[in-house]
């Protein structure tokens, strides 16, 4: 049987309210006793006497069994969900940066207080890939895991490629709709698909990932030459975080956009679709598709969490727990495009093999080798705005990496 839960909500944004409207109607052996909100004086759809300003009525209230954290704070995020969960109360949040930055401490406070805290909706939206990695993917060995996980820079790449709109025009769209925010470098800057994959990581190979050690590089530098170069060889551009094996004990994690061919699951998702491609040892590869944002699909895996809740659901970190052995490194080399106007870019990334150069007035690019590591010490002069680059797709190993690497995963690159 399950049991009742009596929600305490913190926060009644777009999600918030999304939630409230998949809910609205339905039988689900649940109910929202109270919700905190910010501003007071905003005009709500529900009843007044619901909202407060006080964290504490919610806390501390010993009716309310289970928080659902939905604010866009992840300092504040990580004060409620600690202190819920310290208190024996389960926790339901969207907030993949708290969770991303603090989720070692968190995994420890619920093993502590016998609490459990459930994050489907933080990562991809409506596609339920956390859940997947945590049961499904529980045994399997898991070459790579990667995808589009952030509708915002995903809508603004479509409206570029499929409908040739400007960047500028496309972004002022996405924040129009709601992808966006006001500054929308947390999208556009691949921070937000940061986060998002240090948590899939975590689930994928029981990895805890402080996310400043994972390489985001956004798409807010892109050129018409960028994009000119791309269709010319029947590209497209994705934003595409990755976590991936390259040897039997080495993991590696960035957020680069990358040129993706017309036969890749990436290549047909667009506007605010989110997609996840699993590359598995056994199972091969699969993906997942659904919406990545807006309230709703938020929402809906908001839901699926909460009613989790109503029959004990956890998760047990289980390749986590399994000390699998397993290292997150940067030693590993993979191939760029990289678009520059001075020559000491070239230099100071070090970039070598290279295969292809070009060189104008006003676009100069070259196709090459570098070191994830030296991306990584790098990080300032990538955001340069004369600076663009792009994964190839192809990666290139040391001997000793090729000694250690299966066939599989060498096949995989």
């Known amino acids: 049987m399950s049991k009742k839960l009596k929600i305490g909500l913190f926060g009644f944004g777009v999600v918030g309210q999304g939630l409230q409207d998949i809910i ?24 007044a006497h619901l909202f407060t300003t006080d964290h504490d009525e919610l806390l501390n209230n010993p009716e309310i069994n289970t928080i ?9 995020a990580f004060s409620i969900v600690k202190k819920a969960l310290i208190s024996g109360k389960n926790v339901v949040s969207a907030n993949k940066k708290m969770i991303a930055t603090h989720l070692a401490e968190l995994v420890e406070l619920q093993e502590k207080h016998g609490s459990s805290l459930l994050y489907e909706g933080a990562v991809c939206g409506s596609i339920p890939i956390i859940r997947n990695l945590e049961e ?14 952030n509708g915002s820079s995903n809508y603004i790449l479509s409206k570029i490629f499929n409908e040739n709109l400007e960047y500028g025009v496309a972004l002022k769209q996405a924040q129009d709709l709601g992808f966006a925010e006001t500054d929308p470098i947390l999208d556009v800057g691949g921070y937000d698909p940061k986060f998002k994959l240090a948590i899939a990581t975590a689930h994928a190979y029981g990895l805890f990932i402080n996310p400043d050690k994972i390489l985001n590089v956004g798409i807010q530098n892109l050129s018409e030459n960028d994009i000119r170069y ?14 991936r094996k390259i040897s039997t004990k080495q993991v590696v994690t960035y957020v680069l956009p990358k040129f993706v061919k017309s036969d890749d699951f990436l290549y047909n998702v667009e506007n605010e679709y989110n997609g996840v491609t699993v590359q598995a040892a056994f199972a091969d590869k699969q993906f997942f598709f659904g919406k990545g944002a807006g309230g709703h699909p938020t929402g809906a895996a908001v839901l699926s969490d909460i009613a989790a809740l109503r029959y004990d ?24 495009y990289l678009r520059y106007v001075h020559e000491y870019t070239v230099e100071k990334l070090k970039i070598d093999n290279i295969i292809e150069r070009f060189s104008r ?31 190839t797709g192809r990666y290139t190993y040391t001997e000793q990496q090729i000694q250690v690497v299966s066939e599989e995963e060498i096949l995989f690159s």
């Open 361 to 391: 007035n006003d676009y100069k690019y070259v196709i090459g080798n570098v070191s994830l590591k030296t991306l990584l010490a790098n990080r300032d002069l990538l955001e340069q705005k004369d600076v663009f680059i792009a994964h």
């Open 313 to 336: 659901y956890r998760y047990e970190y289980k390749k986590y727990h399994q000390h699998n052995g397993l290292v997150h490194t940067d030693n590993v080399n993979i191939e760029i």
């Open 24 to 47: 609205r109607g339905q039988d689900l052996n649940l109910e929202i006793i109270k919700i905190a909100i910010k501003n007071p004086d905003k005009k709500r759809s529900l009843d």
């Open 136 to 149: 499904y993917y529980d045994n399997e060995l898991l070459h790579g895991i990667s995808g589009i996980f």
């Open 230 to 243: 791309a269709r010319e060889k029947n590209f497209k551009i994705k934003l595409v975080p990755t976590a």
């Open 68 to 76: 659902v954290e939905l604010i866009d704070d992840a300092d504040a």
